[in-house]
């Protein structure tokens, strides 16, 4: 269905662009109560994936939707979901390496905003929006127009991991790097220990 601001990537997922002026808070997501105790240690052990994720939500803009809801939030709620996962390590045989467990949220972060926006999305007037854009969706697309939408190449998928990797702060990217776990997460082939 591709009509006005509306568009099914998959049967999971479903955007919508919404004009310049919607307003939603980045920190409203840490009301998502399910995850608020892992969410208060992941503040403490990791506090600026915080930011990072912010840093992700504003390079995407406040107008995607994913399920009548922020993309990020969506995005939020299974890095939350993964990294509580990996904190209990119920499947594994103690507790996980925290430089792991960084690299789980961060590969989570990118894999999930990737999984939901691994499209080029373009109006009538021909602009277009992908993951690799400079400025937002809602600053490019006119969201009263249908929208048609491309998939991404691998390559661009990986350039896409990249770009977003790169918006992480330079002392958590110099500990993915020298853990070797940069390249596993913009490859997306970080293994699952959890």
């Given at each position: 269905?591709n009509n006005?601001?509306y ?14 002026g919607f307003n939603r ?8 109560n399910?995850?608020i105790?892992?969410?208060?240690i992941?503040d403490?052990d ?5 930011t ?6 504003n390079h ?6 994913h399920?009548n ?12 979901t993964e ?8 499947n594994?045989d103690?507790?996980l390496?925290?430089y792991y467990r960084?690299a789980?949220i961060?590969?989570?972060i990118i ?5 939901l926006?691994g ?9 277009s929006w992908?993951?690799l854009s400079?400025?937002t969706a809602?600053?490019?697309l006119?969201a009263?127009?249908p929208?048609t939408?491309t998939?991404?190449?691998?390559a661009e998928i990986?350039e896409a991991r990249r ?12 500990i993915?790097?020298?853990?070797k776990?940069e390249?596993?997460?913009v490859a997306d ?6």
């Amino acid at each position: 269905m591709n009509n006005s601001n509306y568009y099914t990537l998959n049967p999971e997922v479903n955007l919508i662009i919404q004009p310049l002026g919607f307003n939603r808070r980045f920190r409203a997501i840490s009301s998502l109560n399910k995850h608020i105790h892992y969410w208060e240690i992941l503040d403490i052990d990791w506090a600026r994936t915080i930011t990072y994720m912010e840093s992700v939500y504003n390079h995407i803009g406040e107008g995607i939707l994913h399920q009548n809801r922020p993309v990020i939030w969506s995005v939020v709620d299974k890095t939350m979901t993964e990294y509580t996962a990996a904190v209990l390590n119920v499947n594994g045989d103690g507790k996980l390496n925290n430089y792991y467990r960084l690299a789980v949220i961060v590969n989570t972060i990118i894999s999930t905003t990737v999984k939901l926006l691994g499209v080029t999305l373009s109006d009538r007037s021909g602009q277009s929006w992908n993951l690799l854009s400079d400025r937002t969706a809602c600053e490019v697309l006119n969201a009263d127009d249908p929208l048609t939408a491309t998939p991404l190449t691998q390559a661009e998928i990986t350039e896409a991991r990249r770009l977003l990797i790169s918006l992480l702060h330079e002392r958590y990217l110099d500990i993915l790097t020298g853990t070797k776990y940069e390249d596993a997460i913009v490859a997306d082939t970080l293994p699952r220990r959890y």
